[in-house]
């Protein structure tokens, strides 16, 4: 932030302050930008307290109310850091999201790639599955024989290419995807061959269950450089628990079987849990044993509610934030002893990143999401959704493939637009909530399931009250824990 601070420049505070003090610390929220500080300086304090107060003072006048009260750094560079973390104005524009609302005043934002056109297509393969997992929410309304025709591939690999974007990802979801391997196999060749025709980036990933995986699959999957999901429950007995093949016998040791064989071709491995009722309470066991794996990164999903098993094992937000921030404390510990971690890049570009910085990245906590905008999902029959996650809904269906063009939904489509125009200040729970412009309202296909409407905050709004907070507080109480959860085993070893 580059503002020009002299004596006689107008300094406003927030809309509002929200404060809690821990062991002489106070956490001082600007809920309008999203804008944060812990301190310890008194001063400080007393400062933003007065400015709340007064309202509208110049630079001279707040520094020598802050002079009053502390001499613990100059005046001028705490302004400076207030208005750097989105605390205060000067000359009515101040530092937030890119989202971030106040009458009045200039927002400066970092710049959020909020996409016209998208740069990620998943394709629905089909629906069927070697696994029969109980809490399954793709088989709910039951399996279909279709399967996505490969010339409805290679039209939206065209149209994808043909988009003004830098790049592209392709991703294969099921069903079990690998079980149409010889399709993905083709429509991969077929994309590498377009892209490359017009020297344009191409990227593709996968999300499997692993107990497909195979010798050649492995080595094709490795040979196009493919980004790995591997749905994996922990331990054998959590994973073997809910995750069955379908003689009813569990799936354990096959996808350690497939993740080794990827891993000895040098494919990172990304595991996927999802967490429930059933499995909450192990989670610092289910993860130590992927950790022992060696896989990449551990992404921790609670189950959707909905599906075979989905409304009893559905998690409330305070369960699923006692259980998570469990392991979360736990990363943190590995790492002060100097033992290596694997990352959680959920919480990493998610929670941990909206605290680091005013930049928003990971597009499910950011206003607009990614629906439509970053991404679109092609269902077997070539139905066009926002997310993967609407598949099958027909309130979230903008098209087919077979009838109109990706660009054209982008450009034009009601359901696209109203994804767009969704905004944290327009929901009632959130428009007032600390933590606004942190989670924005979560994800918007969760809250119409629960709610069964857009405009209404996530089903685990207490979850994203918690963490936030208390993240900020870890790191304070045991510095290094943020770059800990990263793998970077950042703390010092305990003596």
Not at 433 to 461: A, L
Request: glycine share 8%; net charge neutral.
């Amino acid at each position: 932030m580059r503002l020009q601070i002299t004596p006689e420049s107008i300094i406003r505070p927030s809309d509002r302050y929200v404060t809690e003090a821990r062991d002489g610390l106070t956490l001082v929220v600007a809920p309008a930008t999203g804008g944060w500080v812990l301190t310890g300086n008194l001063g400080e304090i007393a400062l933003l307290d007065w400015l709340s107060a007064s309202g509208v003072v110049t630079v001279k006048q707040a520094s020598a109310c802050y002079e009053r009260d502390s001499r613990q750094q100059d005046a001028v560079d705490v302004i400076k850091k207030l208005l750097q973390r989105g605390l205060i104005s000067l000359d009515d524009t101040v530092v937030g999201t890119s989202s971030s609302r106040m009458d009045g005043v200039t927002i400066i934002a970092p710049r959020t790639d909020h996409n016209t056109y998208p740069v990620l297509a998943i394709f629905h393969m089909h629906n069927w599955c070697n696994l029969a997992c109980t809490y399954c929410y793709t088989i709910e309304d039951g399996v279909s024989k279709k399967r996505l025709p490969l010339e409805y591939m290679e039209r939206v690999v065209d149209e994808m290419r043909d988009l003004p974007t830098r790049s592209s990802t392709f991703e294969f979801h099921g069903g079990e995807p690998t079980m149409a391997m010889s399709d993905i196999q083709k429509i991969t060749e077929y994309a590498s061959r377009q892209y490359a025709q017009v020297d344009k980036k191409i990227a593709f990933s996968i999300q499997t269950n692993g107990y497909n995986l195979r010798e050649n699959i492995c080595d094709f999957l490795a040979e196009h450089n493919f980004v790995v999901r591997v749905s994996l429950d922990g331990t054998s007995d959590t994973h073997d628990d809910f995750r069955l093949d379908q003689r009813g016998k569990g799936s354990h040791s096959g996808v350690v079987k497939g993740i080794r064989r990827l891993q000895m071709r040098g494919v990172p491995v990304h595991a996927v849990c999802v967490v429930h009722e059933g499995n909450r309470q192990r989670m610092v066991e289910m993860y130590d044993a992927m950790n022992k794996l060696n896989v990449a990164s551990i992404r921790f999903l609670p189950v959707f509610k909905t599906g075979k098993a989905g409304n009893e094992s559905w998690l409330t937000g305070d369960k699923y934030f006692d259980s998570y921030f469990e392991v979360v404390r736990h990363i943190a510990a590995l790492g002060r002893q100097g033992k290596t971690v694997t990352p959680l890049p959920n919480l990493l570009a998610g929670e941990i990143g909206s605290l680091r910085s005013f930049r928003r990245e990971y597009m499910c906590m950011r206003n607009p999401c990614g629906a439509g905008i970053n991404m679109v999902t092609i269902d077997v029959n070539g139905d066009i959704y926002p997310c993967e996650e609407m598949v099958g809904k027909p309130e979230f269906l903008v098209g087919n493939i077979a009838k109109v063009g990706i660009r054209e939904i982008a450009e034009t489509s009601p359901i696209v637009e109203a994804l767009r125009q969704r905004h944290v200040d327009e929901i009632e729970e959130c428009s007032t909530c600390t933590w606004k412009q942190m989670c924005h309202g979560g994800c918007v296909h969760k809250s119409y399931t629960h709610f069964k409407r857009m405009d209404r905050e996530s089903e685990h709004c207490f979850y994203y009250k918690k963490i936030y907070k208390e993240l900020i507080w870890l790191e304070a109480e045991q510095p290094g824990s943020w770059a800990a959860i990263e793998g970077q085993s950042a703390l010092k070893p305990s003596p």
